[in-house]
């Protein structure tokens, strides 16, 4: 099998910049071995970076919910927008859309993103022909892309703690137990190293305790991955407390075992015991601070969450933003504002923000995303990162400063080249297929506007 051996000045591996070392031999869309010599791609070479959180037919709507409503605008109100949207999607518009974001992930830096997918139907609720439609115009769409793809199709039953049925708009995304489970067994035997299943719970409020407990006795759930949003709003808080007479994540705490196959995506309001409880379960907390941001969510307890030894990751969630960038700058960047001090994620003297950011959720992302990625080692996918040291912000940044330059000197992109799965998927800044994903794009945001 052909192989190509890639070597840079600087590669990030164990979490530092280590200098001449030997190259990457690639082979078969993994790393397989050092190697001397070959192809001198860089300056700085980086793992590529796992977006942990999506809900890709939003993109076509970032910017369409900044307009003020009658009253006081939340996570709530915007919620209606997005459900008005998600009504006209049919499966080759969330390929397009998709597809446009997903080389917008690419160029970015990401290299492999996991799909929380919840709309599975069609209009009303009416189911397709294949249960599996939807998940399949996504699955193509990460192909096209060039993007690893971890595919979590979601479990949605109910619209609140009480048990209230789902809203009219809410009926593209309902399942019960048994056709969840179905869809889960068409999709688990499509998986190789591009491609991973998991499970996604919406929420405690859109799955009640019974159907949790019946799926994850399932077997089919053993080995996949779990992610669910938790705690991400206040409401949701006082609604879990009102009914089930505990906070969600302590009530999750309680009634599953949470152990580092789960992703708890936001669990923006802890307690202290829960922050503690979640980082020595080993669970991942997947933080989207843009969308956070945008949505006035509120603040992820950071600074206590890496003292307790917590593991995190980021993901764009609506993609208001596509950076990974801009959501580890903001995650920094929160905890600024609140706190009045600076280098809040760096937890020991000398340390480098970047430098712990870019790995913590690198280390983070792999692990939600149930894949060996985000490494420059023999064995781990071939995902890597070019830096572009022309760029006139890396002019005389040597290692100790280059990921702090990358992630805080501003909005120049500085990701010049992407490998995923050993293939080149943008060189110089352009990717082979963003012509035409940007006219189909193009077509059906044009059309979904309009309607």
């Known amino acids: 099998m052909p192989h190509a051996t890639y070597s840079a000045d600087f590669l990030w591996q164990?979490?530092?910049?280590?200098?001449g070392q030997a190259g990457l031999v690639v082979e078969g869309g993994r790393f397989v071995r050092a190697g001397d010599g070959g192809e001198r791609v860089g300056r700085f070479v980086l793992p590529g970076m796992p977006n942990l959180h999506s809900h890709a037919f939003q993109r076509a709507m970032a910017g369409l919910a900044e307009r003020r409503g009658p009253g006081e605008d939340s996570f709530w109100t915007w919620r209606e927008t997005m459900y008005a949207f998600a009504e006209a999607i049919d499966p080759d518009d969330?390929?397009?859309?998709?597809?446009?974001?997903?080389?917008e992930m690419v160029k970015a830096g990401y290299t492999q993103v996991c799909e929380f997918h919840y709309l599975h139907h069609g209009p009303r609720g009416v189911p397709y022909a294949?249960?599996?439609?939807?998940?399949?115009?996504?699955?193509?769409?990460?192909?096209?892309?060039?993007?690893?793809?971890t595919l979590l199709p979601v479990l949605y039953m109910t619209g609140g703690f009480d048990g209230r049925a789902l809203s009219e708009r809410q009926q593209r995304f309902r399942h019960d137990v048994g056709q969840y489970v179905n869809l889960l067994e068409r999709l688990v035997p499509m998986q190789h190293d591009m491609l991973r299943i998991g499970i996604a719970l919406h929420s405690l409020r859109a799955v009640p305790e019974d159907a949790m407990r019946a799926l994850l006795a399932t077997s089919v759930s053993r080995d996949l991955p779990i992610h669910i949003h938790i705690a991400e709003q206040i409401g949701e808080v006082q609604d879990c407390l009102a009914v089930r007479g505990a906070r969600?994540?302590?009530?999750?705490?309680?009634?599953?075992?949470?152990?580092?196959?789960?992703?708890?995506?936001?669990?923006?309001?802890?307690?202290?015991?829960?922050?503690?409880?979640?980082?020595?379960?080993?669970?991942?907390?997947?933080?989207?601070?843009?969308?956070?941001a945008n949505l006035g969510d509120g603040l992820f307890p950071l600074a206590d969450f890496i003292d307790a030894g917590g593991t995190?990751?980021?993901?764009?969630?609506s993609h208001i933003s596509v950076s990974p960038v801009e959501e580890l700058r903001w995650l920094e960047y929160g905890q600024r504002l609140v706190t009045r001090h600076r280098n809040v994620a760096a937890r020991h003297p000398e340390e480098s923000v970047g430098n712990t950011l870019w790995q913590r959720a690198l280390d983070g992302g792999a692990?939600?995303?149930?894949?060996?990625?985000?490494?420059?080692?023999?064995?781990?996918?071939?995902?890597?990162?070019?830096?572009d040291e022309r760029s006139p912000l890396l002019a005389a940044r040597g290692e100790a400063d280059v990921l702090d330059t990358f992630l805080f000197a501003g909005n120049t992109p500085l990701v010049r080249d992407v490998m995923v799965g050993g293939r080149w998927r943008v060189r110089d800044y352009a990717h082979a297929a963003e012509e035409a994903a940007a006219k189909a794009y193009r077509v059906v945001v044009e059309r979904l506007a309009a309607a």
């Open 130 to 149: 294949d249960p599996a439609t939807m998940s399949l115009a996504l699955i193509e769409a990460a192909k096209e892309a060039g993007i690893g793809l």
């Open 367 to 387: 692990r939600a995303s149930a894949a060996d990625i985000a490494r420059l080692v023999p064995g781990a996918r071939a995902d890597l990162l070019v830096l």
């Open 14 to 19: 164990d979490a530092a910049w280590q200098a």
């Open 94 to 103: 969330l390929k397009a859309i998709a597809t446009q974001l997903y080389i």
């Open 248 to 292: 969600p994540v302590e009530w999750l705490l309680d009634h599953a075992d949470i152990d580092p196959r789960w992703t708890l995506i936001h669990a923006t309001h802890l307690t202290g015991q829960e922050t503690d409880r979640i980082a020595k379960s080993g669970a991942v907390a997947g933080l989207c601070p843009t969308t956070e």
């Open 312 to 317: 995190l990751g980021i993901g764009s969630d």
